[in-house]
């Protein structure tokens, strides 16, 4: 078995890092590389295994160097005949061919046999129907996690023998490494809006990753991770990317398997009782857990025992306090007991977030201006576990009035800054996002940041998009147009995953859709959708946005046979069911001679 070779001992591995000169120990020039690893062994053609990540009883993550010098992450499951083995290769194939910003990229996969060598493609398709069928089979009593109920045909590879390599994208470090470096440094979490942020980025990827948008006929199925927390959620440069799907199951699919492997602090209910059957809000659950956990520097129980921990998931009774009470009603809601109580989707659960802490910033505004008639923890969201999720009225009058209370006191600040003629502060910026004032903010950052271009266009793309996620549409013109015209200088900003085309493409969506944008805004809608399909190219995952802008500023511009004709361009390369069914209902209404008036 694999299990008996001699491990290296882990203080080897720091000298191998990413950037060092490798050099093969000795021990691992007599053998082939097979698991365990050595550092410096080439596990692939290409790819040679610089410094261990991190182990487990079945497997290893290494960060390694790929072809051309690039920088992966390799993970390794042996013996994947146990059916713990199995299931993490149907996990594989579940979401292998899911792409998506947030979501850390698969590179390749690879099987090999217990003699070192790459399964070829007869032996690949054997092995895979093989490993798929271990799902549910039983084990011998005296070889616990073995799946002894699948064959082996004479001469095929035996399943115990098979390892699975996996190259993906390498991360910068997991959330739970950034909230140990603020502990440390005496913070005692991480920074709300820098948190807020990262969670909406997490939302993003689960929701496409919970609703099937990238699966076709039969199976488009949604999927369920089943294993978020801070510990798989990745800094690639100042955006979270999600990773290890091991656990990941198409909705509706049963874990007939142990759930040992889950982390139970982090599990929703669901997982960790009856026929552990994810529902679709599971992965709220623990994304709740989650940002709970990183905003106070806590879990939610009061005994970190396993027992108390599952009591306090079934009952419903995890800790709370030590969130802001506006918060920790929204938090509530999503770690409902029952999955239909839940919200809507993740996203909606961060954007109820990030309004409850706007609100509980306005109360501190009021607090410091000494007006406190009104309790600071009436500022909630009114967002309750109890039913359909309405908010009563008589809180959400008094959340308007704080804010509205605030926001007064904001402009005012702002009043003098301007009449003055002094430069804004940051503190004046700020003030002005958390109270939801995004197109006022980007121009007190505009004078904060003056000349640093890269760093104005990243601030006023998140003001854009927190105003977009706030259902501010009138906020996100101002702003895009200021990016316009930050890209249209020489050289531009220069911001990691935002380009021109991004800017223009989404400006020219507003000023297409949005009815307050007013007439003039038809022809400039025009250009810009007219630039932006320039600028996509052939790429087809540009194009197809590019073409649907195109086709709603045609329409804005009563070009009705023009926005059919570029909307069925857009129809015929959709990327996947949902953005095709998008295009379908605008044509719909470009055939109805009605331009599309939702952004």
């Excluded at 109890?386 to 008094?398: A, E, I, K, P, W």
């Amino acid at each position: 078995m694999h299990g008996d070779k001699p491990r290296p001992h882990d203080a080897d591995t720091s000298a191998f890092d990413a950037e060092a000169t490798m050099a093969v120990p000795a021990a691992a020039l007599a053998r082939i590389p097979v698991y365990p690893y050595y550092p410096g062994e080439v596990i692939l053609p290409g790819y040679r295994l610089n410094k261990r990540l991190g182990s487990g009883g079945f497997g290893e993550v290494w960060r390694a160097t790929a072809p051309g010098g690039m920088g992966v992450a390799i993970k390794i499951l042996a013996n994947l005949g146990r059916v713990q083995g199995g299931r993490e290769y149907r996990a594989l194939q579940t979401i292998k061919n899911i792409r998506h910003a947030h979501i850390v990229p698969i590179f390749g996969v690879w099987l090999k046999s217990g003699d070192g060598r790459v399964l070829d493609e007869a032996e690949l398709l054997d092995a895979e129907q093989r490993l798929l069928a271990v799902r549910g089979a039983q084990r011998k009593p005296d070889q616990p996690g073995l799946a002894a109920t699948v064959d082996t045909p004479t001469g095929a590879v035996q399943l115990e023998s098979l390892e699975l390599v996996i190259a993906m994208g390498l991360g910068d470090q997991t959330l739970t490494d950034r909230l140990r470096e603020h502990t440390k440094a005496g913070d005692q979490a991480i920074p709300v809006a820098t948190l807020l942020d990262w969670m909406h980025q997490g939302a993003l990827a689960l929701d496409h990753f919970n609703s099937g948008s990238r699966r076709r006929g039969e199976n488009a199925t949604a999927v369920q991770h089943c294993d978020i927390k801070p510990q798989n959620m990745l800094l690639v440069g100042d955006a979270v990317q999600v990773c290890d799907f091991g656990l990941a199951r198409a909705q509706g699919e049963v874990r007939a398997t142990s759930n040992t492997m889950a982390s139970l602090a982090y599990a929703a209910p669901e997982m960790v009782s009856g026929t552990r059957d994810p529902a679709v809000t599971t992965d709220q659950y623990s994304l709740a857990v989650t940002y709970l956990e990183l905003r106070t520097g806590h879990l939610p129980y009061a005994d970190l025992s396993p027992g108390d921990i599952l009591r306090a998931k079934l009952d419903g009774t995890l800790d709370l306090g030590r969130l802001p009470e506006s918060e920790a009603d929204v938090v509530r809601r999503a770690v409902a007991v029952d999955p239909a109580l839940r919200w809507p989707s993740c996203v909606e659960f961060v954007r109820a977030l990030r309004a409850a802490a706007h609100a509980d910033h306005g109360a501190a505004l009021i607090a410091r201006g000494g007006l406190t008639d009104v309790p600071a923890a009436q500022a909630a969201s009114g967002a309750t576990a109890h039913g359909s999720g309405t908010v009563d009225r008589r809180r959400r009058l008094v959340t308007a009035g704080l804010v509205g209370i605030a926001t007064l006191g904001v402009s005012l600040g702002l009043l003098v800054w301007r009449n003055d003629s002094t430069p804004p502060t940051r503190e004046v910026a700020k003030s002005l996002e958390q109270a939801a004032r995004f197109a006022e903010a980007g121009d007190a950052y505009a004078g904060v940041l003056g000349g640093r271009k890269a760093e104005l266009a990243a601030v006023l793309w998140d003001l854009q998009t927190q105003a977009a996620d706030a259902d501010h549409t009138a906020d996100c013109i101002p702003l895009l147009r200021r990016l316009e015209k930050l890209y249209a200088e020489t050289p531009p900003p220069q911001v990691r995953g935002l380009a021109r085309w991004d800017v223009v493409n989404s400006l020219a969506w507003y000023l297409s859709t949005d009815p307050a944008a007013g007439g003039a805004a038809a022809s400039d809608a025009r250009r810009l959708a007219a630039e932006g399909l320039t600028l996509a190219g052939d790429d087809t995952t540009l194009l197809p946005q590019a073409l649907d802008t195109a086709a709603a500023a045609a329409a804005r511009n009563g070009l009705f046979d023009e926005a059919i004709a570029q909307i069925e361009r857009a129809i015929a390369i959709a990327p996947d069911d949902t953005a095709r069914a998008d295009f379908e209902r605008r044509r719909a209404s470009y055939r109805a001679r009605r331009a599309w008036s939702s952004p």
